[in-house]
């Protein structure tokens, strides 16, 4: 069965902090990893990594993706309160068009 | 920006009833899916659809459950005789091809009692 773990799940840090967010996988025949931002409802798209080592980056948000050892990183760089929210990774199999989710880190940025 | 939209955000139903839920997904998009989260749980998937037919389906996604895309903008869940256990935020999700990003409505809260 496959199954996406991130780590940790929850993390407190003060604003201007840098955190890194883990997500590791199994899955059969690996597609492409998902990095998402879940504020109150809906999860908003942040990156999406098909290939190993080639780091994806947005501002202060980056992701990288290591196929060998099955794990993602999101890494946020002098954190905003604003940066506040559930970051859910999530994982699409070969031949199967559903994307299997991890149970998320909820971030909290005190100022 | 184009977005997934989902009507309503919030609808309470009573045990038995059947209910609808609507989204419309971004417009040029093929791939579209229903997931749903119950609260302080993970997002699960429900069902995917393309081409006007399901292309797979969860465990949880038993007769009970049904899509449909009734023209070409409206993509609904329909939930018939609804359990207590089927409260949860309903997401509809679209994207242009398989495998890549999905992107999110805004979710229908569903609450039986």
């Known amino acids: 069965e496959d199954k996406v773990v991130q780590s940790p799940l929850s993390l407190v840090v003060h604003e201007g902090d840098t955190v890194t967010l883990n997500c590791s996988y199994e899955?059969?025949?690996?597609?492409?990893l998902l990095w998402y931002k879940q504020e109150k409802k809906a999860p908003t798209f942040l990156f999406m990594l098909?290939?190993?080592?080639i780091e994806k980056k947005s501002g202060r948000l980056s992701s990288i993706l290591d196929k060998k050892e099955l794990f993602s990183i999101l890494n946020i760089t002098a954190t905003q309160t604003g940066d506040s929210a559930i970051y859910l990774c999530?994982?699409?199999?070969?031949?199967?068009?559903?994307?299997?989710f991890g149970q998320g880190t909820r971030l909290t940025i005190n100022p | 920006e184009p977005e997934v939209t989902q009507t309503p955000s919030h609808q309470v139903t009573q045990m038995g009833q059947e209910v609808i839920l609507r989204c419309v997904p971004i417009s040029n998009h093929l791939y579209f899916y229903w997931y749903r989260q119950i609260l302080g749980q993970k997002v699960e998937f429900l069902v995917s659809f393309y081409n006007n037919e399901i292309s797979e389906k969860s465990e949880i996604f038993d007769d009970q459950f049904s899509v449909e895309r009734p023209d070409g903008s409206n993509f609904t869940l329909k939930i018939r005789s609804t359990k207590l256990e089927d409260s949860a935020m309903y997401f509809c999700?679209?994207?242009?091809?398989?495998?890549?990003?999905?992107?999110f409505g805004q979710g229908t809260r569903l609450t039986v009692v």
């Open positions: 999530a994982v699409f199999g070969q031949g199967a068009q559903k994307l299997v």
């Open positions: 999700a679209s994207s242009r091809s398989p495998y890549t990003e999905a992107f």
């Open positions: 899955v059969t025949n690996f597609r492409s």
């Open positions: 098909t290939s190993s080592g």
